[in-house]
């Protein structure tokens, strides 16, 4: 069937469910270390930030940034200085996003293509603004997605009402069978289900499996859509 507009989850749907965590988290705390021995050489926006700590001890600083990253902690200063240091590897590209090549031929085969993933806004841009090429250097996708949703924007991933808040951004909410939600997660298939979208489960290594994987349209890729 021909789609409308694609609203696209990030992890475990275009690019692997890893890549934070096995490739964002590691370069932060390799970082850290460095960027606070030397914090005397960062820009004035890192010593900012890092100052907002309030420890002056290196060690004892560096220690609690990176318990903080080990425990999980959602600390705004630490989103922050993440956000940042993340830019940095991108920009320098040091990081580069490992979107599926599917998934880049899916993007720009349709004309409405938005993003809805728990990131924020400005680290969807960031990401894909940086996209891997397959010959090691990076593309800037960010001109061929319409709109990016976050749970600022829109609400959670869970909540039906989080659909139908995009479908009036994207001026779809007449037609909402017109638009397809495609994620990694059953709880937001059924989410977006409830708000009339069509949906599809996006099987791909590394994802976890879904028990009642029958009840849904899967895709292992996306070359038929
Ligand atoms: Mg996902």
């Known amino acids: 069937m021909n789609y409308s507009a694609l609203v696209l989850d990030i992890e475990g749907t275009v690019c692997p469910i890893s890549f934070v965590k096995d490739a964002l988290f590691p370069y932060f705390v390799e970082k850290v270390p460095v960027i606070v021995q030397n914090i005397e ?4 926006v890192i010593r900012d930030i ?3 700590f309030n420890i002056d001890d290196k060690d004892a600083l560096t220690k609690h940034i990176l318990d903080l990253v080990a425990a999980d902690i959602k600390d705004p200063i630490l989103k922050q200085l993440q956000g940042y240091i993340w830019a940095e590897g991108y920009s320098s590209g040091e990081i580069k996003a490992p979107v599926y090549p599917d998934a880049v031929a899916l993007i720009r085969r349709h004309d ?3 993003i809805y993933s728990s990131g924020s806004v400005k680290a969807q841009k960031l990401l894909f603004g940086h996209v891997a090429d397959s010959d090691g250097k ?5 001109g061929e997605i319409k709109g990016y949703f976050d749970i600022n924007t829109s609400g959670a991933k869970v909540d039906a009402s989080s659909y139908t808040n995009i479908l009036k951004d994207i001026k779809m909410e007449k037609t909402p069978e017109k638009v397809l939600f495609l994620s990694d997660n059953p709880k937001e298939l059924d989410a977006a289900k409830k708000a009339g979208l069509i949906t599809g489960l996006a099987i791909r290594d590394g994802n976890a499996p879904v028990p009642n994987i029958d009840e849904y349209i899967s895709y292992k890729d996306y070359s038929t859509l």
């Open 138 to 142: 990076s593309i800037n996708m960010n």
């Open 112 to 114: 409405n293509v938005y």
């Open 41 to 44: 050489q960062q820009s004035k």
């Open 50 to 52: 890092i100052s907002q």
